[in-house]
């Protein structure tokens, strides 16, 4: 049963920079796609990121493209969060589903069958 852990959330001023951590477990193969989702208090969840190994690809939404960075180490996955806006601020959850990213949309929250507890980022003078 593939289980994730997500940790590294915390609280910083803006323009600061975090690095969130999921460490997945029971993973069958390396063909995975991997990604970060947030929710906002009172919003919808969101996607933020995802990676995919076997062909190194990755996704950014908008609102996150040039500031963050997401890369994998084996069962590892990583989110380098720069300049971090208030608007960044939400509970990020790893997630994963067997098989590649991409085609359309990469981040359809229903394609994603696997979900983390989550780890609270608070972006706040």
């Known amino acids: 049963r593939v289980q994730l852990v997500e940790s590294g959330g915390g609280s910083v001023q803006p323009g600061g920079s975090l690095t969130l951590t999921c460490v997945a477990s029971?993973?069958?193969?390396?063909?995975?796609?991997m990604g970060w989702f947030r929710q906002a208090p009172g919003k919808e969840r969101e996607g933020v990121s995802c990676y995919y190994s076997g062909y190194d690809f990755s996704y950014y939404a908008d609102s996150v493209k040039g500031r963050f960075s997401i890369s994998q180490d084996n069962t590892k996955l990583y989110l380098q969060m720069n300049s971090l806006k208030p608007e960044d601020t939400g509970t990020y959850y790893c997630?994963?589903?067997?098989?590649?990213?991409?085609?359309?949309?990469?981040?359809?929250?229903?394609?994603?069958?696997?979900w983390g507890q989550g780890t609270q980022v608070t972006v706040t003078t």
């Open positions: 997630a994963t589903f067997p098989g590649s990213c991409g085609g359309g949309y990469p981040m359809a929250r229903e394609d994603f069958s696997r």
């Open positions: 029971g993973l069958t193969s390396s063909h995975y796609c």
